[in-house]
C-alpha cells in the first residue's frame, strides 16, 4: 500500500504561483511514476505532469509554467506552479504507479484526496 497527502493549495491571484506538495509513504520503492492530475468542476480529471524516473512529462498547456520534481530523501513530489492562469483553477490530485504510460490515468493506482487550486483573474 501507498498513502499520498498533498498540501500547498490555495487562492492566487492570476499571474502567481502556487507549490504543491505530495507526502508518499508505504511501499513507495514499488512505484515508478508519480503524477499530478486535476478536475475542473463539470470537467473529466485530466493529466498536469509526472516524474518517472528522472523524466518529466507535461501536458501542452502548462509545459512552460510547471515543473515536477522529486526528492526521494523526504519521498516528496513537488509541482511548482508558475503564471497561473484562471483555467488552472481545479482540484490537483497526487498520483503514483507503476507505469509506461504516465499520462494515462488507468496507470496509477495510489491516489491522494486532492487539494484545491483556485486561480482569480
Known amino acids: 500500500q501507498v498513502q499520498l497527502v498533498e498540501s500547498g493549495g490555495g487562492l492566487v491571484q492570476a499571474g502567481g504561483s502556487l507549490r504543491l506538495s505530495c507526502a508518499a509513504s508505504g511501499r513507495t520503492f514499488t512505484m515508478n511514476t508519480m503524477g499530478w492530475f486535476r478536475q475542473a468542476p463539470g470537467k473529466e480529471r485530466e493529466f498536469v505532469a509526472a516524474r518517472r524516473g528522472l523524466r518529466p512529462y507535461y501536458v501542452d498547456p502548462v509545459k512552460d509554467r510547471f515543473t515536477i520534481s522529486r526528492d526521494n530523501t523526504k519521498n516528496t513530489v513537488y509541482l511548482q506552479m508558475n503564471s497561473l492562469k484562471p483555467e488552472d483553477t481545479a482540484v490537483y490530485y497526487c498520483?503514483?504507479?507503476?507505469?509506461?504510460?504516465?499520462?494515462?490515468?488507468?496507470?496509477?493506482?495510489?491516489w491522494g484526496q486532492g487539494t484545491q487550486v483556485t486561480v482569480s483573474s
Open positions: 498520483a503514483a504507479g507503476l507505469s509506461n504510460s504516465p499520462l494515462n490515468m488507468a496507470e496509477y493506482g495510489y
